[in-house]
């Protein structure tokens, strides 16, 4: 079964617009990790955030870690029709091995 | 450099048949990874190998889906007796090895997966 999930389902924003999406978890976990998927094919990694972290930025991307809420978000800053895809959190538990377990994903659609 | 690769791309069959699934890693990965994924939902952890041996097969849903990994690099997927619900998109992933210790992680890298319909 999955622990946590993502939030909202779908998401529809103008270009332009930032997009925010959240994802919570249940137990301790070593990172917290979030992909990107066109298509339900192809899962592309995007960015990864440790524990010990608060903060991390990518290009257009920005990611946060509260531990003591047990959740993260992903902002996308200035999206563009290109972003419009499935986005996912995966969450690397402590003492799971390397595995990592999804939520159900965010659909983002970014309209022209 | 090649990423990992997932034949076949597509794959129909009948209820009860046998399927294969391949999964090439990255050359030099020795840890490898297989989740479904079914329609509108994330991927799912199956299993996972370290070298040759399944380091974790808590994912598999039953008796009916087993993996091999014989020489430590190709992996093969393999459902018997097939049911409609098996019908998912089939990713492998692969990562370098794990330096050990509880925290210990490795980006994993995701092929384009195997989708398998089931009539």
């Known amino acids: 079964s999955q622990q946590g999930e993502e939030d909202p389902q779908a998401l529809s924003i103008q270009e332009g617009e930032n997009a925010t999406m959240n994802c919570s978890y249940k137990?301790?976990?070593?990172?917290l990790q979030w992909y990107r998927q066109n298509s339900g094919r192809g899962l592309v990694h995007l960015i990864l955030i440790r524990s010990n972290e608060r903060e991390k930025h990518s290009g257009r991307l920005r990611v946060t870690l509260d531990t003591s809420k047990k959740s993260s978000s992903l902002l996308i800053t200035a999206s563009r029709a290109a972003d419009t895809a499935s986005y996912f959190c995966?969450?690397?538990?402590?003492?799971?091995?390397?595995?990592?377990?999804f939520g159900t994903g965010t659909q983002l659609k970014v309209e022209l | 450099g090649a990423g990992v690769s997932q034949t076949p791309s597509n794959k129909v069959t009948e209820k009860g048949k046998y399927v294969e699934l391949r999964c090439d890693p990255i050359s030099g990965h020795t840890a490898l990874y297989w989740y479904r994924q079914s329609l509108g939902q994330g991927p799912e952890f199956l299993i996972y190998f370290q070298g040759t041996g399944a380091a974790d097969d808590s994912g598999l849903p039953n008796d009916r889906f087993f993996a091999v990994r014989p020489e430590g690099s190709v992996s093969t997927l393999k459902i018997q007796r097939t049911e409609r619900g098996d019908s998912a998109v089939y990713l492998c992933?692969?990562?370098?090895?794990?330096?050990?210790?509880?925290?210990?992680?490795?980006?994993?890298?995701f092929g384009p997966g195997t989708r398998l319909t089931v009539l």
């Open positions: 137990t301790s976990i070593n990172n």
């Open positions: 995966a969450r690397h538990y402590t003492g799971g091995g390397n595995k990592l377990t």
């Open positions: 992933a692969s990562s370098l090895a794990l330096a050990g210790g509880p925290s210990s992680y490795n980006e994993q890298f």
